[in-house]
């Protein structure tokens, strides 16, 4: 192994280590003992234990421990609920020299690879949490059983920006197949880092058997004893060396295409790493893996996508400005005005959340039945997949109902409008609440671009008034923009964060500012590309100009998505702001009125082409750009609003944009958000004068 113990200290002193120590277990049916290895960092839960250089010492040393015992087997497991999560990412954001990162990849392997070579049968128990390097560990022991309450079982790397470098190439599609290796490795990572199900991951042949949690270590020894008495003997299947791993590669090139259009090295390598798998030699994939991974850790985009990592598992669950949480009120009840899609979701989600009755409220009878029954049928398809009770659906089926009479919101704590998107009606629709509630009720509202100081300005009380953005859909985007408005006071914002924690939603404070942070700047880059396009620049060049980003869509789709009407209206609201950077595309305007949703229509092999009446109605000019041309305009407009933004105190720091714009936008984890992507590409420097962000963060530290 590389590292001793006082070079692994140096190489990462603020590591909170997790100790391996070995102990001898005597197990009915052997005549040796079993040495067990357990893996603890000294926390609960919360702390998984991970590896960093101490820790693949304290490991290293226990194997030694067991081999020196001479046992009938060595089993590896961790402490409660946690088996291992992988490399310590906050050690990996500080390294600064290649040799370091090198021996960080190479020692990895140096330790796990003691279990697969090991004469002495090894066993992995994986007793819970076990992502990354963790299911490296296991994947490296001859055999694996895994406790049935285990919540978290992945791949995340690609997600990340990495690929699995300790092994994890190599092993699984040697284990379960080239095509279900891809589905977990890429395809899952790529997803959003979906994780397995314990089901999913014994069905795939990466566990051997599944125990209850109760008396798992006792059931997983006893398993284990039959295993080394040849009692039992795992199934291993065939693996397909040929054409199946030819598609399966194949099938990866695409998603890998698809999803990141290349900008993402460590999908790139992934793919590579998998095929050569197929030779099945460690010597040579563990050397690649090596050299793949000692590369990437001295690479940008890897610190991009741990830059993204900590926004959303620190940043987010502790939101920049967000008052004292004491001073939130209770929400014992919830009222929504508003019965239509965006309204019934809503419903939806603080019923099945909060548990509290919801009332529906509209301009008519049908159109209030229509919200209810929106959320009644919602809940029986959870019923139909098991994912609530008989008694739990007929529950969350009698919290919500609906009415015409607004004093059935005179006992609710929230009331939330989302009703349509004009100043004058939701005013009205405030003004309107406010006989009704309750003086320490709060009022928000669900708009997507509208001033929340004007819609509060002509109430007796403004600072009960908040602004509470959701995403569409709503039960899938993890985003809230919280928006305090001039008058708002602490304890409806303290409120706000607290019902957005309940809600499972992360929480960003907005200055109440035009369309906030996501629609503004997705209506800025909007906006620059359909320029072009009213310049002259071909549909299909200006909107694969931003391919090279990997974004998840394309600025046309995204329109699509958003819907058009709806694009056109928050430009229009921008524009009325700030009139020298927003424009309004005439070309738009006609496209809305023709009742058009989206400039391309598909064939049934899923090519795209220009609808023949969108191209007819579409008046463009004779100045068309390139596509580097529309790439660099939108990008210089987008670097240039965010700079204003950052001025104008929008947001506290250029951070919570990144944090918007990924769980707002679906912005790739391996780009950072935006700001580092415009700080790599040189955009900052060349349209603001400075970067965004400091030298090391989101980038390699200089050494």
Known sequence: ?????????????????????????????????????????????????????????????????????????????????????????????????PALAREIAQTGHDVFRRLTESEIPTFGFVNGAVMGGGLELALSCHYRTLSENTAAIAFPEVFLGLFPGWGGTQLLPNLIGPDA????????????????????????????????????????????????????????????????????????????????????????????????????????????ETDGLAELLMDDTLRAGLYSFNLVNKRAKRPAGAPDKSLARKVNKVGIVGAGLMASQMALLFVRRLKVPVVLTDVDQERVDKGVSYVHGEIDKLLAKKRVSP??????????????????????????????????????????????????????????SLSITAMASQLKHPERVVGFHFFNPVAVMPLLEIVRAEKTDDAALATAFALGKQLKKSSVLVKDASAFVVNRLLLRFLGEVLVTVDEGTPFDVADKALEPL?????????????????????????????????????????????????????????????????????????????????????LAAIAEEIRIMLDEGVVAEAQDIDLCLILGAGWPFWLGGITPYLDRAGVSEKVNGKPFLAPGVASVPLS
């Open 550 to 634: 990997g974004l998840p869509m394309t600025p046309l789709t995204l329109m699509q998505l958003v819907g058009p009407a709806i694009a056109l209206h928050v430009g229009e609201t921008l524009h009325g702001a700030f009139p020298d950077r927003f424009t309004v595309s005439e070309n738009l305007d006609r496209f809305v009125k023709a009742g058009k949703k989206g400039v391309w229509q598909w064939d049934a092999h899923g090519n795209a082409t220009v609808d023949p009446e969108v191209a007819e109605l579409w008046q463009q000019g004779d100045s068309p750009s390139t596509s580097e041309q529309v790439r660099d305009r939108a």
């Open 181 to 288: 290796a891809v589905t977990v490795i890429i395809e899952n990572a790529l997803a959003q880092n979906k994780m397995l199900k314990v089901a999913q991951a014994a069905e795939l042949g990466i566990v051997d058997e599944v125990f209850g949690s109760a008396d798992y270590l006792e059931q997983s020894l006893l398993w284990l004893a039959k295993v080394v008495n040849g009692e039992i003997t795992p199934a291993r299947r065939e693996i397909d060396r040929g054409a199946g791993w030819d598609a399966a590669i194949a099938r990866a090139k695409s998603i890998v295409d698809g999803r990141t259009k290349g900008a993402s090295p460590g999908a790139t390598k992934a793919v590579e790493l998998l095929a050569l798998a197929r030779e099945n030699d460690l010597d040579r994939g563990y050397a690649a």
């Open 1 to 97: 192994m590389t590292f001793t113990a006082e070079q692994a200290k140096a190489a990462f002193p603020d590591e909170v280590v997790t100790n391996a120590v070995t102990r001898l277990v005597k197990v009915p049916g052997l005549d040796k003992p079993v040495a067990l290895i357990t893996l603890d960092n000294g926390h609960d839960h919360t702390r998984p234990n991970t590896f960093g250089p101490q820790g693949l010492v304290s490991l290293n040393a226990a194997i030694d421990a067991a081999f020196a015992a001479e046992p009938a087997a060595i089993a590896v497991t961790g402490k409660p609920f946690i088996f291992a999560v992988g490399a310590d990412l906050s050690g990996v954001e500080a390294v600064a020299d």
């Open 391 to 448: 008694d739990g659906a007929n529950r969350l089926k009698a919290l919500v109902t609906g009415s015409l009479d607004k004093s059935a919101f005179a006992d609710a704590d929230f009331v939330i409008e989302a009703v349509f998107e004009e100043l004058g009606v939701k005013q009205k629709v405030f003004a309107d609440l406010e006989q009704y509630v309750s003086p320490e009720a709060i009022l928000a509202t669900n708009t997507s």
